[in-house]
């Protein structure tokens, strides 16, 4: 645990791969004086496809790895994450938790007819949480909910933009008429590495909504209501870390890409 004023210590964020580089971008854009530890459990990935009880015990190292950093807030920049953990950690953690839930809500206040299409993993749709929001909406009728397997390894092996994630998509959607949706949500931090190519799916008149500004927006409230935001002047630094060092490199080059 570092000795420096808990505003000035980092926040860690932790997502199996890739995908949550897409919640680092909008956080250090909406908090550009913080610093951020991100840490990608490639070791573990995908999450998506495993049980809650599995994935809750294969988080804790990357947990205490970002405790040991003296982080003063943890963002789970993943859907699954979230899922699996979100409330366990809350309880066992003495820092703020954050964590991403599919933004379904927005969707179906902003789109009252059509069908809307939540993409997420298996694991998060399974869930108690998501089914609980599922419930509350379940009645406008039209939405349909789509896990995506295979898709975050195509993303994480640097597929995004690349013609294999078109066929993928096309595959994926085969069952649904294009011109029948009229909003997709993704439920998953990897697939806004993809949000060009299904948006292109579907055609241009598609909307699409993702949690990442909601997250953060989240984070600075709680960071605030804490006395923990660092304030202008200093920070903005951002470090990287992988459970497979291997891939520590490529990770740091997919967020230079990000921008
Ligand atoms: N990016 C994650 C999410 O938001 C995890 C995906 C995975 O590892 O399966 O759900």
Not at 36 to 56: I, M, Q, V, W
Not at 106 to 114: D, Q, S
Not at 115 to 124: H, Y
Request: proline share 5%.
């Amino acid at each position: 645990m570092s000795n420096r004023e808990p505003a000035r210590a980092p926040i860690g964020m932790l997502d199996s791969g890739l995908g949550g580089l897409t919640v680092l971008k909008t956080a250090v854009r909406l908090l550009p004086f913080e610093d951020f530890n991100y840490l990608a459990d490639f070791k573990h990935s995908p999450f998506g496809g495993r049980s809650k009880t599995e994935l809750l015990g294969l988080l804790d190292d990357a947990v205490e790895k970002l405790l040991a950093q003296g982080i003063k807030a943890l963002v789970l920049a993943s859907n699954t994450a979230t899922s699996a953990a979100a409330e366990v950690l809350r309880a066992r953690l003495p820092i703020p938790v954050l964590g991403l839930e599919p933004a379904l809500k927005p969707a179906v206040l902003a789109v009252p007819e059509g069908v809307i299409l939540v993409l997420a993993t298996e694991l998060t749709l399974r869930e108690e949480k998501f089914n609980r929001l599922y419930e509350s909406f379940r009645a406008r009728g039209g939405i349909v909910l789509k896990s995506c397997p295979g898709l975050v390894e195509l993303i994480d092996s640097g597929q995004a933009g690349t013609p294999a994630i078109d066929a993928y998509l096309r595959s994926l959607f085969a069952d649904l008429e294009p011109s029948a949706v009229r909003a997709v949500v993704l439920g998953c931090t990897h697939y806004v590495f993809v949000r060009e190519a299904i948006m292109r799916h579907f055609g241009p008149e598609v909307l699409c909504w993702d949690g990442n500004e909601g997250v953060v927006r989240q984070l600075t409230r709680v960071l605030e209501e804490n006395n923990l935001l660092a304030g202008a002047g200093r920070g903005g630094e951002i470090r990287f870390f992988s459970s497979d060092p291997g891939k520590l490199q490529f990770l740091e080059k997919q967020y230079g890409l990000l921008f």
